[in-house]
């Protein structure tokens, strides 16, 4: 199965830190994507990543991939209490169709 | 707002009922797709249509079924469930499901209780 699994499961920081959130692979991809999703609510697309890119941003999020270890990670710069939420990781190979993980939740307290 | 709808937002039914759960997607996507989203376990794809046609079906059991009249609306008819059948069931669209870089678009879901 090409699905992503993030690590760690459960993370709690204060705001203005820094939060990173690792997703791991099994076989080859086409891209990965990250989405966030707020407690109850559907998932939101935050960044794409393809699998030529070595590094992408966007506003205070910073992706890594790295295919030859099959990982990515998702950097949140200066964290804040409104980005508690879930972190998913989606894999796209053969399919067309992107594999969700069982996703990061991130607690910010302020 | 991502440009899904999902009716209703919360479904408590009993076992013997039958319901349906609404999707609408207002962004011209082809594809549509419904999840399951259990407590502690991946997000779980169900079924995926594809310009009208289902060219996904991921072992869903049938007192799932699915139904697609036209790119825009997706629905999803429950008939004599089960208590784990419990989750959150969120639709999703895309561009199109054949191609690479599909960024999905998710409604706010559905929290569905079987009593």
């Known amino acids: 199965s090409q699905q992503g699994e993030e690590d760690p499961q459960a993370l709690s920081i204060q705001e203005g830190e820094n939060a990173t959130m690792n997703c791991s692979y099994k076989?080859?991809?086409?891209?990965l994507q990250w989405y966030r999703q707020n407690s109850g609510r559907g998932l939101v697309h935050l960044i794409l990543?393809?699998?030529?890119?070595r590094e992408k941003h966007s506003g205070r999020l910073r992706v890594t991939l790295d295919t030859s270890k099959k990982s990515s990670s998702l950097l949140i710069t200066a964290s804040r209490a409104a980005d508690t939420a879930s972190y998913f990781c989606?894999?796209?190979?053969?399919?067309?169709?992107?594999?969700f993980g069982r996703g990061t939740s991130l607690i910010v307290h302020p | 707002e991502t440009g899904v709808t999902q009716t209703p937002r919360h479904l408590v039914m009993g076992m013997t009922n039958k319901k349906s759960l609404k999707c609408e997607q207002h962004?011209?996507?082809?594809?549509m797709y419904w999840y399951k989203q259990s407590a502690k376990k991946p997000l779980e794809l169900m079924f995926v249509?594809?310009?009208?046609?289902?060219?996904e079906n991921n072992s869903v059991p049938s007192r799932f079924s699915p139904e697609c009249p036209n790119s825009s609306h997706l629905f999803l008819h429950l008939h004599t469930l089960q208590p784990e059948d419990s989750a959150l069931y969120l639709c999703?669209?895309?561009?199109?499901?054949?191609?690479?870089?599909?960024?999905?678009?998710f409604g706010p879901g559905t929290r569905l209780t079987v009593l």
């Open positions: 999703a669209s895309s561009q199109n499901a054949d191609g690479a870089y599909n960024e999905q678009f």
């Open positions: 076989t080859s991809i086409n891209n």
């Open positions: 990543i393809r699998s030529n890119e």
């Open positions: 989606a894999t796209e190979g053969g399919s067309y169709i992107p594999t």
């Open positions: 962004l011209g996507h082809n594809a």
């Open positions: 249509y594809n310009f009208k046609e289902q060219t």
